[in-house]
């Protein structure tokens, strides 16, 4: 049986999930994969509990440490985006946060890497994926400008931090074909959103314009 924090109730329900859902499709989110999959993970538990009735809204929500949840229209279309040119096998996310990016990656490919450069946003993530019996997430603290060379080659890979410009470490553990999906620009000022594919010569294409804070260098673990 599901827990009930996970069920959610009222602002949390299954039915606010829904309108979501519509939303996003008013918005232009047209991938019934991705809708399917975001009405089918309860947003609201990756957030602090004071702030789960909001977890529905369309907006940004802080998660501590000066990090935020990215607003559910984003998520949807960098997830859209990453998987437009067909189903990817192996991806690796940059950025973890509150994990739910990585929920959202995990239905929808048949492994996730995810790098977070805060020990303690890592850990907490990893306790709700084992709440949502997820399997298949592959959890890393680590300094993404450097990518995850371990686990490389990449099908997608995904960054869910600005960066001044695409980052070589990424760019190199793209597999061939493979497709990347990240925010560039100025950390306070105008911030793309960028997908490359890597067929041939290196493909771009720019899409909306975005708010994300900076992709950091270096870690902190869980003792600072
Ligand atoms: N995908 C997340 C969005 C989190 S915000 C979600 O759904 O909640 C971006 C995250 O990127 C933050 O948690 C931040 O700590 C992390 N980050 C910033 N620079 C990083 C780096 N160099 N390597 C790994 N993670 C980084």
């Known amino acids: 049986m599901t827990p009930e924090w996970i069920e959610g109730r009222g602002m949390t329900s299954k039915r606010t999930r829904m309108r979501m859902i519509e939303r996003l499709q008013t918005e232009g989110i047209r991938s019934e994969p991705v809708l399917e999959t975001m009405a089918s993970i309860p947003r609201h538990i990756f957030v602090d509990e004071a702030m789960a009735h909001l977890a529905y809204e369309d907006s940004a929500l802080p998660i501590g440490y000066g990090q935020t949840i990215s607003q559910p229209y984003i998520v949807a279309r960098m997830t859209e985006l990453?998987?437009?040119?067909?189903?990817?096998?192996?991806?690796l996310e940059v950025g973890t946060g509150c994990g739910y990016q990585t929920?959202?990656?995990?239905?929808?490919?048949?492994?996730?890497?995810?790098?977070?450069?805060?020990?303690?946003?890592?850990?907490?993530?990893?306790?709700?994926?084992?709440?949502?019996?997820?399997?298949?997430?592959?959890?890393?603290?680590?300094?993404?400008?450097?990518?995850?060379?371990?686990?490389?080659?990449?099908?997608?890979?995904?960054?869910?931090?600005?960066?001044?410009?695409?980052?070589?470490?990424?760019?190199?553990?793209?597999?061939?074909?493979?497709?990347?999906?990240?925010?560039?620009?100025?950390?306070?000022?105008?911030?793309?959103?960028?997908?490359?594919?890597?067929?041939?010569?290196?493909?771009?294409?720019?899409?909306?314009?975005?708010?994300?804070?900076?992709?950091?260098?270096?870690?902190?673990?869980?003792?600072?």
């Open 82 to 91: 990453l998987l437009s040119f067909g189903h990817l096998k192996r991806v």
């Open 103 to 224: 929920t959202v990656l995990s239905k929808l490919v048949d492994e996730v890497y995810t790098v977070e450069r805060l020990g303690i946003l890592a850990s907490k993530a990893t306790s709700r994926w084992h709440a949502l019996s997820l399997n298949n997430i592959h959890s890393f603290i680590a300094d993404g400008f450097q990518g995850l060379k371990s686990n490389a080659p990449y099908d997608g890979i995904i960054v869910t931090a600005c960066a001044p410009e695409l980052p070589a470490a990424l760019l190199e553990q793209l597999a061939p074909g493979g497709v990347l999906v990240i925010p560039i620009g100025d950390v306070s000022g105008t911030q793309q959103l960028y997908r490359y594919h890597k067929s041939g010569v290196l493909q771009s294409d720019g899409f909306e314009f975005v708010r994300f804070v900076p992709l950091i260098a270096g870690v902190e673990g869980i003792d600072h």
